[in-house]
């Protein structure tokens, strides 16, 4: 997956604890306008789960901001991921629409999140200091 989001003129980084990498999170354009985000990780993910937020939250204005064309980001998260719903919030995800039934490759239920740049005037939904 962070082969395909860099090879895919994405935008990533690799979270490293005690000379390990231990996560990654990256952003990739699906198609024009909507980007993908994606993160994943190891047991030590919580000990650079700060960081990877900052720099997460630094990206995604960024992209949703600038003359890229981004006008919506989204992220997918196993249902029973609480975890990982709790990290998307912080960063300004927001739930869309009911759970994805049997979406993961294993059967899994997943939850959509979304960050959208607003009509006109470039605020970023989601995306508030």
Not at 39 to 62: C, Q
Request: charged share 25%; proline share 4%.
């Amino acid at each position: 997956e962070a082969y395909y989001v860099l090879y895919h003129k994405g935008r990533g980084s690799i979270a490293w604890h005690n000379g390990q990498p231990v996560a990654v999170i990256g952003f990739y354009e699906r198609w024009p306008g909507c980007w993908e985000a994606v993160s994943f990780g190891t047991e030590h993910y919580k000990a650079v789960g700060v960081d990877l937020m900052r720099y997460g939250r630094k990206l995604a204005r960024e992209l949703l901001s600038s003359d890229l064309g981004a006008r919506r980001l989204q992220a997918d998260s196993r249902i029973d991921n609480e975890q990982a719903h709790a990290f998307i919030r912080v960063l300004g995800g927001k739930p869309e629409g009911p759970p994805m039934r049997s979406y993961g490759r294993d059967g899994a239920d997943y939850q959509r999140f979304v960050w959208l740049r607003a009509d006109g005037d470039a605020q970023l939904v989601g995306l508030q200091a």
